[in-house]
């Protein structure tokens, strides 16, 4: 595992009071995945966070994603940690270039162009997965040609997904994947 990805699964069980799982096999931090409604709830219960969602962060779930917790890891350290995740997960692990889900990052550059091409095009090189997304920000980096030519191969997955609605594809990039705001 990446040591970044180490420190977010660290940060969440320090978070959690937890020690870091040490055993099994583990999603390498890339949503989407699926999860448990009751543990989610359950987590967020134990995080002080209401489950209405209308004041995201009254209980401090925004400060333990600025000591580096993420919301992907913290699930996972509270469903292998705390709640039952033998009894609602299952892992299945599949081959390089076949995964079910891709997303491009920020300061993905080259490979992010790359990958969202493959996808376009449905290449052999994980160029199918069945979903697909993005970090917010994952295309501020880009610019001139660069940014046209990976909006054209965003159109064109969101079009032969029957998805594209939008007026333009900045519109597109700005409702599917955002700016980062620190």
Not at 151 to 157: D, E, G, K, R
Request: with cysteine; proline share 3%.
């Amino acid at each position: 595992m990446p040591s970044e990805h180490k420190s977010w699964f660290w940060a969440s069980a320090g978070v959690l009071g937890q020690q870091a799982m040490d055993w099994g096999k583990w999603p390498a931090s890339v949503t989407p995945m699926v999860l448990h409604k009751q543990s989610t709830l359950d987590m967020l219960s134990m995080l002080g966070e209401s489950p209405d969602f209308y004041t995201a962060c009254s209980g401090g779930l925004c400060d333990r994603f600025r000591q580096k917790a993420t919301e992907f890891t913290l699930y996972l350290v509270y469903a292998a940690r705390i709640a039952s995740f033998d009894c609602i997960h299952a892992i299945e692990e599949r081959p390089w270039g076949n995964e079910i889900a891709a997303s491009i990052w920020r300061n993905g550059g080259e490979g992010a162009s790359e990958q969202v091409r493959a996808i376009a095009e449905h290449s052999d090189l994980n160029g199918r997965p069945l979903f697909f997304g993005s970090q917010a920000g994952a295309l501020d980096g880009f610019q001139g040609t660069a940014r046209f030519d990976i909006l054209q191969n965003l159109f064109a997955i969101y079009e032969n997904a029957s998805l594209y609605e939008w007026a333009s594809w900045d519109d597109m990039a700005d409702c599917v994947i955002g700016q980062f705001d620190q």
